[in-house]
């Protein structure tokens, strides 16, 4: 990558700026002071530093937030917060995006990422990724709402559902439940629950694949995946 490309990339200013940075002799590729905005720099190897400071340098950025209701799962919106409103400056120069959408009522897992290829993945149909929901539900879940469930219903368009796993956690006239499903038709689990005559009153995602919402997030935190959660959700792609 180009190195100006790169420092602009991490947020050091405009291609135009960078330019003036790498002229007055600021920045220097393993130890070697770099003055040319074309000259190619290996971010594997080698290290690039900024007035003497090393400049970290991730192609990617994977990101987990316990998204809070009020928000977008967009990029950017003329009049509502989006999700990537709530991030750092240092971590919006990488461009991410939210993985898929929750409602703007619809609380808990969001992986934000601006890796395309993992986040086509885990949303392609094909994949069947499971996602897991916790709700409560305005009416009394039952036996037979499981049993419609498991064998998929008929949403409000004709779409009939992939089959849902659902667990009733507590049943009264508000129950409270969990449902994991394979696919993400636009407001599935709450046209699922009307489907069988219910509505749900509170959404959270627990789960995305391998993944659980990290429980130490408050609402509208954010943390980023370690390591081995991201090699868990490449791995689970090819399964
Ligand atoms: N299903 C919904 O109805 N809403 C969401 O936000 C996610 C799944």
Redesign the pocket.
Known sequence: MRIDKMLANLGYGSRKEVKQLLKSGAVKVDDVVVKDAKQHVDTATQTVALNGEVVEYKEFIYLMMNKPQGVLSATEDNSCETVIDLLEMEDQVYEPFPVG???K??EGLLLITNDGQLAHRLLSPKKHVP?T?FAVIDGEVDAADVEAFAEGVTLDDGYETKPGELKILKSGIRSDIELT?TE?K??????MFEAVGKS?VY?Q?ISMGPLPLDETLELGEYRELTGEEVELLRDYQVK
Do not use: A, E, P, S
């Open positions: 959408r929750l409602d009522d619809t996602k929901y499903i993400g636009f407001h599935q689990v709450k046209r749900v959404l995602r």
